[in-house]
């Protein structure tokens, strides 16, 4: 399978566009969507398409669909007079409260809920989670761009707190709530990484820091929508 492959999958999901266009679509360079042609997609850029688009990043990385592959949720507001489908839950939408610059603790965040947004039940069952640990969440800032850009919709899953290297967490560090990469560190130490790791350098915690600093895993991130530029 050739490089170049991924890109046209890509360019095809976002609707047979130009190279230039897909660019403005994803809040990319012209140059990454060149690098793309000549190494083929990257798998932050195929996560962030696979919001965008709709379309499973497997399929964009390597043309196959399997049982494990990440699906977008196609997500609608809905409010009290709106029919839930058979197949749909309710994921309680903290819209207002935005992560990485809110402060509070989290059954205040849980208590001040006043939107809900609908989320499949297989999408549910393809990241695992259970419909009462389900809740969307509104990311702040720049940290995490381009895998979680500012006003994103983040679903997470608040029943999985236990840390995966590289995998995404919504986070309470000093008071303060954020999405981040984790990884684990010997004697109980935690490393907090950034994709805009220019801006935002990584952190490492050790045990006696993580109390300290009053660090805890508030959840786990399991799907991303993201804004039109």
């Known amino acids: ?39 083929g997609v990257s798998k932050a850029g195929a996560i ?18 399997r049982p494990d592959q990440i699906n977008a949720s196609k997500v609608e507001e809905w409010d009290s007079s709106t ?8 994921v309680p939408f903290y819209k207002d409260f935005l992560v990485s610059c809110g402060s509070g603790t989290l059954p205040q965040i849980l208590g001040n809920q006043s939107r809900k947004l609908r989320l ?11 419909a009462e640990n389900a809740y969307a969440l509104t990311a702040h800032g720049d940290s995490m761009k381009s895998v979680i850009n500012n006003g994103a919709t983040v ?18 560090h000093g008071g303060l709530f954020k999405f981040k990469y984790l ?7 935690v490393r907090i990484v950034s994709e ?3 801006e935002y350098p990584e952190e490492v915690l050790t045990a006696e820091d993580i109390i300290d600093q009053e660090f805890c895993v508030v959840a786990y991130a399991f799907n991303v929508q993201n804004p039109l530029p």
């Open 83 to 90: 029919n839930v489908d058979d197949d749909e839950v309710e």
């Open 1 to 39: 399978m050739n490089n170049s492959d991924s890109l046209d999958r890509l360019l095809e999901a976002a609707g047979n566009v130009s190279q230039e266009e897909l660019a403005r679509k994803l809040d990319e360079s012209p140059q990454t969507i060149t690098n793309w042609k000549k190494r």
């Open 155 to 172: 679903f997470v899953d608040l029943g999985r707190t236990n840390i995966i290297d590289g995998k995404i967490y919504a986070i309470s």
């Open 120 to 130: 499949s039940k297989a999408t549910l069952r393809s990241y695992g989670v259970s």
């Open 196 to 198: 805009n790791k220019e």
């Open 48 to 65: 962030k398409a696979s919001a965008l688009f709709g379309v499973s990043t497997n399929w964009i990385l390597n043309g196959v669909d």
């Open 183 to 189: 990884y684990r560190m010997p004697k109980g130490g």
